[in-house]
């Protein structure tokens, strides 16, 4: 019986011992040890904090990373804001018979039905989200245009998506007035007789045609509307489905677009995020002047091939002043701020391919690297008017290939195939990247029209932002390019923390690091749209630094 | 009773880290058995049934229960310089074993021997934002063979092969919070070594009538060790594998039981690290103890069945430089028809002796060892 007790108690206790293994108990933090340490080459170094300017190598405008959405894809603008005109074009097509408004079209095309149910305006459904206001009418510029259904006149219509002026095409729009606008299923844009009888006569004659309505809204406005459910409509019919000439169909999609028209005076050298683009800014940094610099400071400890593994940059706040900032006042004020993000650049290269080239871009060896498997094939269609076509297909792609606009016809598992377009008439480029570590932009300048140029680079690693993480788990103010207190101001000042590309630009001895301000949006996506002109020459014009040194040999 | 239970509980709640664990290949541990572990870590060469020790594999094929034991070591530092001092807790699980006994086929040991540690923690007294961390160490897997020679009534010969496996790291961690920031951003550097290589050790042991007695020797042996960086920092350069010749020890050991309960052990041993560490002196090791065996079956008193054990044993030189003098106490007691306990005290001081700043640290540090013993895989004829 003793013994039966005994087992079952020292069970016990070996459990608890089994429990308690790994539990640790101290006294304090160990302290003790130091100079023993520092005999093995264990020391730490004080740190240090200094302001210096910014060594860069260079500065660029770049655009915003993404492909623009052709037509149909993204929501239908219009308005004004940033001293820009938001233009919205739509096409309808007359004569395409298997479209769900083809009765009415039939009914329109005899003259007595014709003449019972007259086709008086444009009007659109409120639209959703954003800045809408329904109550107060606006002044928009109206241009209605007849287009032949030809092959070579149905091209046009990217050109006119895409912001071109009709007559520039040759193009000449029988209604071209100012009119009142209000976004309402009721209200709309009259017509008038003669674009009226126009239509009435094409459709009787069943001649093929499209009817493009071009809509610009004034750079005053301040407000960006999202205009739904665009429709040719009758006096007589009401409501939404019966009696209305729909958008017709462009490569698939709804032919329709909105496109910001930059002003004259806009800025050239800006971050900020407009409909359907924006301008990111790229610097690339000195990271030999920096590394001078700390050696110069800080002494320099184990000398390597590659890497500059002296100092762990625990600091590098940049200072972004701006002499100028324009914004949508309509919305919140206090979301614009700006990211910086670094990525190692590893590999670059640049090409001028003619227009007509039809190519794999030479970057396979990169994407073999990262695990794709298949050439990336970039090609161009110089057959539209005033516009060049690309067309960007990849297989095995990554599904979340990462942009900040819409990747047009999609992405799957299997592949990504998107098209884009690019003016002639101005200087007109898109950035994207094709994995998280490929980058490619591809630009288009009309005195070398017979030329696309191609420059893509291999980063090392995806371009890392830092935190901005204040007191409270809010973001810090002063990232903001403008908080309440500045909305007013025209000239604010940015300070982000950038210690990661800081770091990189330090360590990294063989290659460049680029850092790119890029514009964030706020809480209304495409409708928060601002602008702001750096006034330093090298964009961020000075940068504090904590910084301590690695120590010998023992770490 | 009691006691036992109050020991046990509070060796789970000691731990052992010294900041003298960054030499060399850090702190080494014996691989001792659980009762030798209260010897003075002397007792390699006492007849047992049951035990095994990857040195002296040659013992063990007089071995007659197949056993497994695992060990823990939970243990506590008294850390001092000439400035300051300071408590640290430690511990592992310095082996693993499993000695089969295969009659007239011989005898086969497997085991896990956690050989080095480099476990220690230091924070910057200048700045207690940066932090040192030393973790992981060498270890090895051990494969013995004994046979015990039918032709030489006592005599038996042994054969271990090691492998030496795992990595180290030390590391530094920094954090860093700015005043207008919510969360502070921690800053690491890493420097490793990973290990892969083997050694071989023979050994020879001689039992007859109270006199026991034992001795090894290591062959030569090589380590590919492949230094690496990591943390904040990127590679500073591709890891370089390179080769390192291991330590190599020769011991000798020896058991005289006196009286039917009642013996002492002795052993002492070598190890040159000067092909390993450049400049690191000899290693010695001795050892003395005394144990008094336990008697009786589960229906006799617990005290009477428990075995009393004691010893001390001192180390000089080595990769760490050590300067080492602990004394034990052990106690052993069965648990259930066919397993044991064996707790084991170690109280001692432990000095860098390499001229360098001074470093100290008194360690209390307790071996928990639980062992099961049958006689698994051997015919009833085979049984004594």
Same mark, same amino acid.
């Given at each position: 019986m003793y013994g039966k007790a005994s087992v079952n108690l020292r069970i016990s206790a070996l459990l608890l011992a089994a429990l308690l293994a790994g539990c640790g108990f101290t006294d304090a933090t160990n302290r003790t040890g130091t100079d023993f340490l520092a005999a093995q080459g264990i020391t730490i170094s004080s740190r240090d904090s200094f302001r210096t300017t910014v060594p860069v190598l260079g500065v660029q405008v770049v655009p915003v990373e993404g492909i623009p959405a052709p037509n149909g894809m993204e929501a239908l603008w219009l308005g004004g804001t940033l001293g820009d005109s938001i233009r919205a074009v739509v096409a309808f097509d007359l004569t395409n018979t298997s479209a769900p408004d083809a009765g009415f079209k039939s009914i329109q095309a005899v003259d007595s039905l014709a003449s019972k149910f007259k086709l008086t305006r444009l009007s659109f459904g409120i639209g959703s989200g954003g800045d809408t206001d329904t109550s107060v009418a606006r002044q928009v510029h109206v241009r209605f245009i007849l287009v032949d259904s030809t092959p070579q006149n149905t091209w046009k219509l990217p050109a006119l998506f895409m912001g071109v002026e009709p007559s520039a095409l040759g193009l000449t729009p029988i209604v071209d007035r100012d009119s009142d606008f209000v976004p309402s299923v009721n209200l709309g844009i009259p017509f008038g007789a003669a674009l009226r009888d126009s239509v009435a006569a094409r459709l009787k004659a069943a001649k093929p045609s499209w009817l493009v309505a071009i809509l610009d809204g004034h750079p005053n406005w301040e407000s960006v509307f999202s205009v739904g459910d665009p429709r040719l409509r009758t006096d007589s019919v009401s409501g939404t489905g019966e009696g209305s000439f729909l958008p017709g169909n462009f490569q698939a999609r709804t032919a329709w677009r909105s496109t910001e028209m930059r002003s &004259? $005076? $806009?800025?050239?050298?800006s971050l900020g995020w407009w409909v359907g683009g924006g301008n990111r800014l790229r610097v690339t940094l000195d990271g030999n002047a920096l590394r001078t610099l700390l050696h110069q400071r800080l002494g320099k400890g184990i000398p390597t091939d590659s890497f500059d593994n002296n100092f762990n940059v625990l600091q590098a706040r940049v200072r972004v002043p701006f002499s100028g900032f324009h914004w949508l006042?309509? $919305? &919140? $004020?206090?979301n614009r701020s700006l990211g910086i993000d670094g990525a190692v650049v590893q590999d670059s290269g640049s090409s001028a391919l003619p227009t007509s080239a039809a190519m794999p871009i030479k970057i396979s060896h990169h994407l073999t690297e990262l695990g794709l498997t298949v050439v990336p094939d970039l090609q161009f269609d110089d057959s539209f008017p005033d516009i060049l076509q690309g067309r960007f297909y990849l297989e095995n792609t990554l599904s979340d290939v990462p942009t900040r606009l819409s990747l047009g016809m999609g992405s799957t598992t299997s592949y990504t195939s998107t098209n884009f377009w690019l003016r002639k008439d101005i200087p007109d480029s898109l950035e994207f990247r094709i994995s998280s570590q490929v980058r490619v932009r591809v630009s288009h300048y009309p005195n070398d029209s017979l030329n696309v140029h191609i420059h893509w680079s291999l980063l090392g690693n995806s371009p890392i932002a830092d935190p901005q993480i204040g007191i409270g788990d809010t973001a810090r103010p002063e990232t903001r390019i403008s908080d309440t207190a500045l909305a007013s101001t025209t000239s604010p000042i940015v300070h982000q923390e950038a210690r990661t590309s800081f770091s990189l630009a330090v360590m990294e001895e063989k290659f460049n690091v680029d850092v790119d301000l890029v514009p964030a949006g706020g809480t209304i996506g495409m409708q928060d749209l601002w602008e702001a002109a750096p006034s330093a020459a090298n964009i961020m014009d000075s940068l504090g630094m904590i910084v301590r040194p690695r120590d010998g040999n023992g770490f | 009773m009691r006691l036992s239970i109050a020991v046990l509980s509070l060796s789970g709640a000691l731990l052992a880290q010294t900041p003298a664990n960054i030499l060399g290949m850090g702190n080494e541990t014996d691989p001792s058995d659980g009762p030798s572990r209260g010897m003075g870590e002397a007792g390699e060469a006492l007849r047992s049934d049951r035990s095994w020790d990857p040195r002296l594999e040659a013992r063990s094929a007089f071995a007659t229960q197949t056993a497994l034991e695992v060990q823990l070591d939970p243990s506590i530092d008294m850390i001092s310089d000439d400035q300051t001092s300071n408590s640290v807790g430690g511990g592992g699980i310095p082996r693993v074993s499993l000695s089969i006994p295969m009659g007239r086929f011989g005898h086969l040991g497997f085991g896990y021997w956690q050989r080095f540690d480099k476990s220690f923690e230091w924070t910057s007294p200048a700045d207690s934002s940066v932090e040192a961390i030393g973790q992981g160490g060498a270890f090895e897997g051990d494969l013995s063979y004994g046979y015990a020679l039918p032709w030489l009534r006592g005599l038996a010969l042994g054969v271990t092969y090691h492998r030496i496996l795992g990595e180290d790291r030390r590391m530094r961690t920094e954090s860093f919070q700015a005043a207008d920031e919510g969360l502070p951003t921690v800053f690491s550097d890493t420097l490793g070594n990973s290990y892969w290589g083997s050694y071989w050790t023979g050994s020879v042991y001689f039992t007859r009538g109270p006199l026991d007695l034992g001795a090894w020797a290591d062959l030569r042996g090589q380590a590919t060790r492949t230094p690496y960086d990591g943390g904040t920092s990127q590679q500073s350069q591709e890891p370089q594998p390179t080769t390192m010749e291991l330590p190599r020890s020769a011991g000798f050991a020896a058991a005289y039981r006196f009286s039917e309960r009642q013996a002492v052990v002795a052993d002492l041993e070598w190890t040159t690290w000067q092909a390993t560490v450049s400049g690191a002196p000899d290693r010695w090791k001795g050892g003395v103890g005394w144990q008094s065996q336990g008697a009786g079956d589960r229906y006799d008193d617990f005290w009477k069945r428990a075995s009393w054990r004691a010893g001390a044993y001192g180390i000089v030189g080595g990769d760490q430089y050590d300067l080492t003098e602990a004394a034990t106490a052990g106690l052993g007691f069965p648990l259930g028809s066919q397993g044991f306990v064996d707790l084991s005290v170690h109280l001692g001081e432990n000095q860098v002796d390499n001229g360098g700043p001074r470093l100290k640290d008194t360690f209390v540090q307790l071996y928990v060892v639980l062992s099961g013993a049958s006689s698994w895989g051997q015919s009833l004829r085979s049984h004594r």
């Open positions: &004259s $005076a $806009a800025w050239n050298r006042h309509g $919305a &919140s $004020a206090d | -």
